[in-house]
């Protein structure tokens, strides 16, 4: 064997040879790992929603309508956010809208579902000692239909609105141009709670609602009531659903009318959903 120009014997090509072999049996970077697929992959778990984010005050903004934006009281913001005086807010400044980690609102309502006619329990099959008797008493008893089981409850989020006053819709919702809808009627008419609720503001502080109380029915829903002549209930004040709770009027607006808005979380929604067909 000739290896650079030198010729080996087979002692000196052997030994090279072991070498060169050794070389190519022992890689200079360790083995890969082996993976056990053998094994059940690890649970994923999903991650828990975050609360929502703080909100930056804008020019125009006041307690009150960032409040109604997000559902909420405008006291539990003033108290989340240790404001001494909430009608001093200023422009850029970050504001909690949502209750902090492991607490609730004290202005969230608790509602009931509608309550459904309870369905009779069923009745134990007779042994076959007694089966003789209550066979003959029933044979002349119609059976059960299973149309005539009860539908199921209503879940509390869906509520039962009904409609705040009796004239006739004049304005339809508009996400960007009218949040709500407007209801005619004569000055004076009664302004009904269209739920049972909390108030949660009653009074004159934004712009273009005039006289305006809002109700907080739920951790979901609010409705506000706006351009009253006068206003018969107070903020923290519990109310029926149908009880009077303010008069008809024109205040900060072009007619006598009634400006009626459902939220859900802050959000407009369109209250002719929501409401029982006229």
């Given at each position: ?12 090509a052997g030994i090279m040879l072991a070498l060169w072999l050794s070389g190519c049996a022992s890689p200079s970077h360790p083995p890969a790992p ?17 609360s929502p984010g703080p909100y930056r005050v804008r020019p125009g903004d006041t307690l009150t309508r960032i409040a109604l934006d997000h559902g ?184 006598v009318k009634l400006h009626f808005e459902i939220r859900r979380n802050g959000k407009p929604v369109d209250p002719v959903k929501l409401l029982p067909?006229?």
């Amino acid at each position: 064997m000739i290896i650079s120009g030198r010729r080996w014997g087979d002692g000196g090509a052997g030994i090279m040879l072991a070498l060169w072999l050794s070389g190519c049996a022992s890689p200079s970077h360790p083995p890969a790992p082996v993976e056990d697929r053998t094994r059940a992959a690890p649970a994923v778990v999903a991650p828990t929603p975050a609360s929502p984010g703080p909100y930056r005050v804008r020019p125009g903004d006041t307690l009150t309508r960032i409040a109604l934006d997000h559902g909420q009281s405008w006291r539990d913001l003033a108290r989340w956010n240790q404001l001494s005086n909430p009608d001093r807010i200023e422009v850029g400044q970050l504001l909690r809208v949502a209750p902090p980690e492991g607490s609730e609102s004290p202005s969230a309502v608790v509602v009931t579902p509608i309550a459904e006619p309870p369905v009779a329990p069923s009745v134990p099959a007779a042994s076959a000692s007694t089966a003789a008797a209550p066979a003959a008493a029933s044979a002349s008893a119609p059976a059960a239909s299973p149309a005539t089981a009860s539908p199921p409850a209503r879940p509390p989020a869906e509520m039962a609105f009904a409609w705040p006053a009796q004239g006739p819709a004049i304005a339809g919702f508009d996400e960007v141009r009218n949040k709500g809808i407007d209801i005619a009627g004569r000055a004076g008419d009664p302004v009904l709670a269209a739920a049972d609720g909390q108030v949660v503001y009653a009074g004159a502080g934004l712009r273009g609602y005039g006289n305006l109380i809002i109700i907080k029915h739920s951790a979901t829903y609010l409705t506000a009531y706006a351009h009253n002549q006068r206003l018969l209930v107070q903020e923290d004040q519990r109310v029926k659903q149908g009880q009077k709770i303010a008069e008809m009027g024109s205040s900060d607006a072009d007619r006598v009318k009634l400006h009626f808005e459902i939220r859900r979380n802050g959000k407009p929604v369109d209250p002719v959903k929501l409401l029982p067909p006229r």
